[in-house]
């Protein structure tokens, strides 16, 4: 895998970094893929920080995927020194994650000289969607670091990262923009929206529930020394960790010279971190945790609301969200629900179900969900025996072989 053509444009109210990706693999191969451009877009202001010369957000994008082709990853610009010294950790790391990877090498010249700043040092960015987790560090960080070296300066808000519909058209939702824009305004802080191809090209060669975290960390490392710590907001807390994109373990490892990735908010689960994004008007004004099936915040109806919206109104909370439906059908909530789930899934149900239950709250909803575990349950156990068979099979197959070779 090669990326090639690296260069920085500016056009109308944006500017661009992008790079040409190519398959080292013979169109014939099945691992072929066709070649496609890598691109992340930026407001003007940020034009400054791009550079050319700078390889890092392409090799944080690109890792897993190369490693999922069976590919080297060749990048044609610089790369720092600490994030290539990292790589043999997150090849690790990601082999560990992810069976079906396989370590790929990188060729990548480690970088020399200092990448382009502005001349300001103090940036400290969160990676925000007006969902629970980034809501939380927001609220958290305002709460332990009013004014110091780790303020939150700057909400990068993404469009190309947690969408992944038909309708993704390249540009930030009118509703979802204004959101945002609420947000940064009434918490004085920078916004700063990007727009990126990362899932739509990146999703056809790795799980984006594995690659989304090099995908998070690309937009960091893409503004060069334009950010000196970066906030990446926890899916899980301590408790309840598990393979992920984003990770405790993964996320500092892309961390450069010039910028710190952190892994926030692990310290709390959910129902610790609803008791804070409740208590905030502004949070309950403008939450947003639907994975984007529609033009605007929440539709309402899938898995993603519907969970958020269970724990809302065991918190008393779900009336003043101004965002989610007040109501919760419980067919919709079965539909909602088809589908598989691992084991953090099944754990997160669970305490939804415990907590109903403890309340006396919705019998409908606490039928639905109990009758989502025991599919799970079901689901895990012929897994298991398919998995206890599969190594018999395989050896009855292979005396079968034998048998017909001699």
């Known amino acids: 895998m090669r990326v090639s053509g690296i260069r920085v444009a500016e056009s109308g109210d944006a500017c661009e970094l992008r790079g040409w ?51 080297r990853l060749q990048v044609e610009a610089s790369v720092s020194p600490r994030l290539l010294a990292a790589i043999p950790q997150i090849v690790t790391i990601y082999a560990a994650f992810d069976p079906r990877s396989t370590r790929a090498p990188v060729e990548a010249a480690a970088r020399t000289a200092s990448l382009p700043t502005d001349g300001s040092a103090a940036r400290v960015g ?56 609420r947000v940064a305004r009434e918490t004085g802080k920078t916004l700063t929206p990007v727009v990126t191809n ?26 060069g020394g334009g950010l000196r710590q970066v906030l990446i907001a926890s899916s899980a807390s301590y408790g309840a960790i598990y393979p992920w994109g984003t ?11 010039g910028v710190t990735v952190v892994h926030d908010g692990c310290e709390a689960d959910l129902a610790l ?38 724990a809302l109104l065991h918190t008393g909370a779900l ?25 953090v899934h099944r754990a997160n149900f669970q305490k939804r179900l415990d907590s109903l239950v403890a309340s ?9 969900i109990a009758e989502h575990l025991a599919s799970l349950d079901e689901q895990t156990l012929l897994q298991q025996r398919r998995e206890m068979r599969a190594p018999r099979q395989r050896r009855m197959w292979e005396r079968v072989v034998g048998r017909l070779r001699a």
């Open 21 to 71: 990706v190519e398959s080292d693999a013979n169109p014939d191969d099945t691992d072929w893929f066709a070649p496609f451009p890598l691109w992340w877009r930026f407001p003007t202001w940020c034009a400054p920080l791009l550079s050319e010369r700078n390889g890092d957000p392409f090799l944080a994008a690109l890792l897993l995927p190369a490693m999922r082709v069976g590919e």
């Open 247 to 257: 990770h405790p373990s993964l996320d500092p490892l892309w961390s450069t010279e």
């Open 126 to 181: 969160l990676f925000f969607s007006m969902g629970v987790d980034s809501s939380h560090s927001l609220l958290k960080n305002q709460r332990d670091h009013p004014d110091d070296q780790n303020t939150i300066t700057h909400l990068i808000s993404l469009h190309g990262i947690d969408v992944d519909h038909d309708g993704w058209d390249e540009a930030f939702p009118p509703l979802l923009l204004a959101g945002f824009e």
């Open 360 to 368: 006396g709250m919705r019998p409908d909803l606490q039928a639905v």
């Open 198 to 223: 990362v899932r739509k090209v990146g999703a056809r060669l790795a799980p984006w529930t594995m690659l989304h975290g090099g995908g998070l960390a690309s937009v960091a490392l893409a503004l």
């Open 273 to 310: 971190k609803l008791a804070v994004v409740t208590k905030s008007p502004l949070v309950m004004e403008t939450l947003r945790v639907c994975p984007g099936f529609g033009n605007g915040y929440n539709c309402g109806r899938c898995m993603k609301c519907m969970r958020t919206m269970v």
């Open 319 to 343: 009336e003043r969200c101004r965002t989610l439906p007040h109501e919760i059908d419980a067919e919709a909530l079965r539909v909602a629900l088809r589908g598989p789930g691992g084991p």
